[in-house]
Structure formats: structure tokens, C-alpha cells
T-cell receptor
């Protein structure tokens, strides 16, 4: 079956611009996670949804970052006034339920470059 | 609070020799532990997980890991490395209660020489 998909695969934007990153989870998965992975680091948690609501957004670095999941399926991560430090690979994962022992299935990521 | 320490940033082995990737964790809750593999330009894939049953966990591609509570370790092993095992490996700790937020280690790059 179809896995987690993320679009675009690459995004280059100028400093100060607004970007949206999209995640399509596996059908039927209620939990959805966003992570940010910088070069040479492990993924860093940003936010997760259980259904439509953000169950925990404690990983969002500041108020320029926002994410939505209005119908409990597709999610969009939004970054306002981008900065060069936002450059990273943004990963999305989905799972059947929240937390362990549910396995998270990861998408291929969106590589964001802010120039 | 929880944290993960992957003790080696790079591990280099010859094909056919054993693999050992080390992971130590700390967690306020009784944790679940995972190993993920990330091949270049591919998504993260689950290798194996420990939730609360047997402490020796077998995963895909011949990998296994042993949960040792007294040592707070969850080292990943494989008896014989294959060229296709070359990748980045991440140890992950996740609480079974509370926040459910997983914490990833920094990763260990496994290099396999012919």
C-alpha cells in the first residue's frame, strides 16, 4: 500500500518568505508527527497530532512555525518569515495510535533550503 | 525527562564481521526503545523495537538488540555485516506514558568495507 508521502521533496526559498510543507499519512493512521533533521543530527520532534488536534506542540521552536491537520488526515507545516537557520530536512511520520508501542512510518522528507 | 546517547558517531567494519552499535538511554518513565535505519535518500525504517516483553529483540535483516535495564543500554548487533547494511542508524527512546514524545539519538554511521 501507499506509504507516507511528503511534498515538495525539495524547497528553496528566500529569507523572509513563507513556506508550506505537506504530509499525506498512511490511510487510517490517527497519529501524525513532524520532525526536523539538521545535518549530522537525529530527527528532532516538533509537533504531533492525534486526529485533528495538536496533542503536543512543545517542539515548535517559535511562533513562526505552525501546523494544521483540519480533517484528521493531511497535515501542513507552515513556516513564516523563514530564516537561514530553518534550513533542514522536515520529516513526517504517521502511526496507528499515539506513542509506543505503535510503529511510526516515515515519509522521505522535504529538504528546505533558505537562502 | 529522557535522553539517548549513541556512543559512536561512526563505526567501520569489514564485510562478514560482527556489528555493534551502542546506545544508552535515560528515562523517567518505563521506556520503549527502537532502532531505525536511514539509507541515503530514503525514509527512516524501523529495524526493531522493545516495548515490555522479551529483553532480546530480533529485527529485520538479521539485527537484534538487548534491553539491559541495569546498564540502561539497548545496543544493536548483527553477527555478520553485509555491504547493504551501510547506513545511518538511530536509537530512539519513547515513554510508554506521559508525553509519548520520542527522542532520537544523534545517529551512528555504519561503514562496511569489502
Amino acid at each position: 500500500g501507499a506509504g507516507v508521502s511528503q511534498t515538495p521533496s525539495n524547497k528553496v526559498t528566500e529569507k523572509g518568505k513563507y513556506v508550506e510543507l505537506r504530509c499525506d499519512p498512511i490511510s487510517g493512521h490517527t497519529a501524525l508527527y513532524w520532525y526536523r533533521q539538521s545535518l549530522g543530527q537525529g530527527p528532532e520532534f516538533l509537533i504531533y497530532f492525534q486526529g485533528t488536534g495538536a496533542a503536543d506542540d512543545s517542539g515548535l521552536p517559535n511562533d513562526r512555525f505552525f501546523a494544521v491537520r483540519p480533517e484528521g488526515s493531511v497535515s501542513t507545516l507552515k513556516i513564516q518569515r523563514t530564516e537561514r537557520g530553518d534550513s533542514a530536512v522536515y520529516l513526517c511520520a504517521s502511526s496507528l495510535g499515539q506513542g509506543s508501542p505503535y510503529e511510526q512510518y516515515f515519509g522521505p522528507g522535504t529538504r528546505l533550503t533558505v537562502t | 525527562a529522557q535522553s539517548v546517547t549513541q556512543l559512536d558517531s561512526h563505526v567501520s567494519v569489514s564485510e562478514g564481521t560482527p556489528v555493534l552499535l551502542r546506545c544508552n538511554y535515560s528515562s523517567s518513565y518505563s521506556p520503549s526503545l527502537f532502532w531505525y535505519v536511514q539509507h541515503p535518500n530514503k525514509g527512516l525504517q524501523l529495524l526493531l523495537k522493545y516495548t515490555s516483553a522479551a529483553t532480546l529483540v530480533k529485527g529485520i535483516n538479521g539485527f537484534e538488540a538487548e534491553f539491559k535495564k541495569s546498564e540502561t543500554s539497548f545496543h544493536l548487533t548483527k553477527p555478520s555485516a553485509h555491504m547493504s547494511d551501510a547506513a545511518e542508524y538511530f536509537c530512539v527512546v519513547s515513554p510508554r506514558g506521559g508525553s509519548y514524545i520520542p527522542t532520537f539519538g544523534r545517529g551512528t554511521s555504519l561503514i562496511v568495507h569489502p
